[in-house]
């Protein structure tokens, strides 16, 4: 069977397929639920038979009728699945994951909290207080010999 | 263990990071749903440029994705369809690029795996034929419907559509048996009607259907063969008194169809070929030979009439024509040879018309000469182009001394031109 000459060759066989005409989603596979939808889309077309249009053409009950042919017989079904787009969804598991790790770790209930690495952490701020300490001492006159004969404190006081 | 609070922020970072350049697929589909006026989802299209672009997107960073293939397949299809319906020429570029997403399509094991699971979902009884067939048969389906659009343009006098059809498939990275398939496929829905309009006798139908898919293909011997045995059953049921015009007319729209017949490269390998082509040249030559001789009788019994010459003139010309084409591939037996040299010998019998005329007109006795002169070298060519086909020996002796005679009457004039030119 070939999917792309159900219909007449001047027309977009991609348009009216089958699970758009019966409004089924691609992922629908149980019976029962196929059946519903289809019911609940007759009875739609029923209601108000321009409620469901198709690129501005109304669905009538006949065509939904032929495509619940389709989409109750699995052979042919998988096959219109050729014509259909899959639905997708962005791929969020691993973020949300992550969020709920952080939001376990800030609420306290997370079995590894969250502890900040004090080395890592201090040590940029422990070379700032030295360098300042060090800009703030008098600076000796290099003219009066080597600076280096005696270390500058707090380096090199001998203990008390 | 404990974790710092800087991991957390990469790693939270670099999952964003991984969403974003895997939400291609999600930003498509969300591109693709069509929206009523109030903004509420009526269902997805088959195609937006939007979509489009997000699924390419996508497929540049992820290649092997099926189902983001699976979305271009779609969209360039559809695509191409409607633009090919718009009569827009973009639909060539579009039908290409679809083609080439199917194909790929059709050799991804994910997408078939995906399918099969589906497939078992809504029927967990059932069996995976359909998809073992219809993955089998996806890239031949595809190519089916190339084959409607181009019987479409060849019935509604489209050609040139029909051949870009033709070209893409010749284009298009699919294997070169499915490329051979399209051509027996156009010709089994060109060539049913043709069958169809034999039985039911009408010829010019059928005649007109093969010569829409010579257009196409015009080295298609399958083809070349039909139509010459179509003819051929056409001219049979023509008579050279009644239907001259007729046949004249065929014999014009068939001359080029059998002339490429003659030169296809393997009509030496293809005997019903050669015995199509013969017969259809003996049908045509047969009548312009018997037309020809009737009115070159009248010019012989009553004075020689100028309509009756033109008439002779004409037919001899259209035998001696379809003879030529066909003398060469002449089987034992045949009276193509005798029939060619007899006419020739008709034309022989003009030319001499035509040197009495010549004779009695009133130019210049130099002119006159050199007309005659050129008259007899084509006598004499024209004889020498039959010696040797004909297998009637009383025709072949008639044709020698006919040379003789020609040629005896040549040297002739040539001393007496020389004389004058020498007084």
């Known amino acids: 069977m070939n999917p792309w000459r159900r219909g007449s060759l001047l027309v977009n066989p991609y348009y009216r397929n089958a699970f758009r005409v019966a409004r089924v989603p691609r992922e629908a596979v149980r019976h029962l639920t196929m059946v519903q939808l289809i019911s609940q889309t007759k009875q739609l077309i029923a209601a108000d038979p321009g409620a469901h249009s198709i690129a501005g053409k109304p669905v009538t009950e006949s065509d939904v009728n032929e495509a619940s042919q389709i989409l109750l017989d699995a052979p042919q079904r998988i096959v219109e699945e050729l014509l259909v787009h899959s639905s997708e969804t962005a791929p969020l598991e691993g973020l949300r994951a992550r969020l709920r790790e952080v939001a376990a770790v800030m609420t306290g209930e997370a079995s590894t909290p969250l502890v900040p690495d004090w080395h890592t952490l201090l040590l940029p701020i422990a070379a700032d207080v030295v360098e300042k300490f060090l800009r703030a001492e008098p600076c000796p006159d290099p003219c009066f010999g080597a600076l280096e004969l005696k270390l500058i404190p707090p380096f090199g006081e001998p203990e008390e | ?423």
């Open chain 2, 1 to 423: 263990m404990n974790r710092c609070a800087d991991d957390y922020v990469d790693s939270v970072r670099a999952e964003i990071a991984q969403v974003l350049a895997r939400s291609h697929g999600a930003r498509g589909w969300t591109a693709l749903q069509e929206r009523d006026p109030e903004g509420n989802v009526r269902g997805p299209l088959p195609y937006t440029a939007e979509a489009a672009d997000e699924f390419m997107a996508g497929y540049d960073r992820d290649p092997d994705n099926p189902a983001l293939v699976h979305h271009l397949a779609i969209a360039f299809h559809a695509r191409a369809w409607d633009l090919e319906l718009a009569g827009d020429p973009r639909a060539a570029q579009e039908w290409e690029s679809a083609l080439d997403f199917w194909r790929r399509l059709a050799s991804s094991e994910p997408f078939w795996l995906r399918l099969a699971a589906q497939l078992q979902a809504a029927d967990p009884n059932g069996t995976h034929d359909v998809l073992i067939e219809s993955r089998r048969n996806l890239l031949e389906h595809l190519l089916d419907i190339h084959i409607d659009f181009i019987r479409h343009y060849v019935e509604s006098e489209a050609p040139e559509r029909a051949v870009t059809h033709i070209e893409i498939i010749r284009r298009a990275r699919i294997p070169p048996a499915l490329k051979k398939l399209l051509v027996s496929k156009v010709y089994d829905v060109i060539a049913a009607p043709v069958l169809q309009a034999c039985a039911s006798g009408d010829l010019d139908h059928a005649l007109m259907a093969l010569e829409r898919f010579l257009d196409l293909f015009p080295d298609h011997l399958l083809a070349l063969r039909a139509y010459c045995q179509t003819a051929r059953q056409s001219v049979q049921r023509m008579s050279y008194l009644q239907d001259w015009d007729n046949i004249a007319v065929l014999s014009r729209r068939a001359s080029p169809r059998c002339e490429g017949l003659s030169k296809h490269p393997d009509i030496r390998d293809d005997a019903a070929a050669r015995a199509a082509l013969e017969e259809l040249a003996s049908e045509f030559s047969w009548r312009g030979h018997d037309r020809g001789w009737q009115s070159l009788s009248i010019c012989h019994v009553v004075a020689p009439l100028q309509q009756h010459l033109a008439e002779a003139q004409e037919s001899f010309a259209l035998c001696a024509a379809w003879c030529r084409l066909a003398i060469t591939f002449r089987s034992s037996g045949s009276m193509l040879g005798d029939v060619f040299g007899h006419t020739v010998l008709g034309q022989v019998q003009l030319y001499r018309y035509e040197l009495d005329s010549i004779a009695q007109s009133s130019g210049s006795p130099r002119h006159k000469q050199d007309a005659q002169l050129a008259i007899l070298d084509t006598m004499v060519a024209v004889l020498e182009e039959v010696q040797g086909v004909t297998q009637l020996v009383e025709l072949g002796k008639q044709i020698d001394d006919e040379i003789a005679s020609i040629g005896a009457d040549r040297e002739q004039l040539r001393s007496e031109r020389l004389m004058r030119g020498l007084s």
